[in-house]
């Protein structure tokens, strides 16, 4: 009796902390939303208007998934809709600090409202996430190079 007890104790605790670590069925790195899948679907066609209402779905669904508010975020600012855009970047930061393509997206944004130095902090942001360079640091870096040269 001790033994099953000590083994369903242990597989217990073994599986707490998957239960913390992934409290929402979206979990970052995957969409599990069918909405989500089809909206991400329809910005790889560039149907950025298509996206947002799908988008704005998954989020009443998940609202705490980082993921989603940066891919609204993405799809606001590619119809021009930079406050809501804005917005949507922010609460994918106050999630998750540490999202790459949040901070790079929104320094692309601040670009587009010609507020470089703004830019230059995700900039800051993501040399501090990845000292040893990621795709989102050199894409802003390049971003805010043709924002110097005019272009």
Not at 78 to 85: H, N
Not at 101 to 123: H, I, K, T, V, W
């Amino acid at each position: 009796m001790r033994i099953a007890v000590a083994v369903f104790v242990g597989t217990m605790m073994l599986c707490a902390p998957v239960f913390a670590i992934f409290p929402d069925p979206v979990t970052r790195g995957g969409l599990a939303d069918e909405d989500a899948a089809e909206a991400e679907k329809l910005i790889d066609q560039q149907r950025f208007d298509m996206a947002l209402p799908l988008l704005r779905s998954a989020i009443t669904r998940h609202p705490r998934n980082a993921d989603l508010h940066n891919a609204m975020g993405f799809a606001l600012r590619k119809v021009g809709r930079l406050d809501e855009s804005h917005q949507h970047y922010t609460t994918a930061l106050d999630l998750d600090p540490n999202h790459r393509s949040a901070r790079e997206y929104l320094g692309e944004l601040f670009l587009m409202r010609n507020e470089p130095d703004r830019a230059r902090e995700q900039l800051d942001a993501l040399i501090r996430l990845c000292p040893d360079g990621c795709e989102e640091r050199q894409e802003l870096e390049e971003a805010l190079s043709r924002h110097r040269a005019g272009g």
